[in-house]
């Protein structure tokens, strides 16, 4: 992908592959995806509405088990 883009999938997919209880900074959920220059898009993203509200079902999901 583009070095300057962020694919909103993508974020999803690794957002989903982190465990349950684990703490990340933006840098590293940017090198999950392939680049650390992402890591503005990244911190951007998670300040939008719906990533709020995926973040509050995926961790929701983790902690039933």
Known sequence: FDTDYL???ELIFKIKE???GETITY???A???GNEKLVRAVGT???VQ???KLWEEI???KSKG
Request: charged share 25%; aromatic share 14%.
């Open 50 to 52: 719906i990533f709020k």
């Open 45 to 47: 993203a998670n300040g």
């Open 27 to 29: 840098i590293e959920l």
């Open 18 to 20: 982190i465990p349950y």
């Open 31 to 33: 090198k999950r995806l």
């Open 7 to 9: 694919e909103p999938q």
């Open 59 to 61: 961790f929701a999901q």
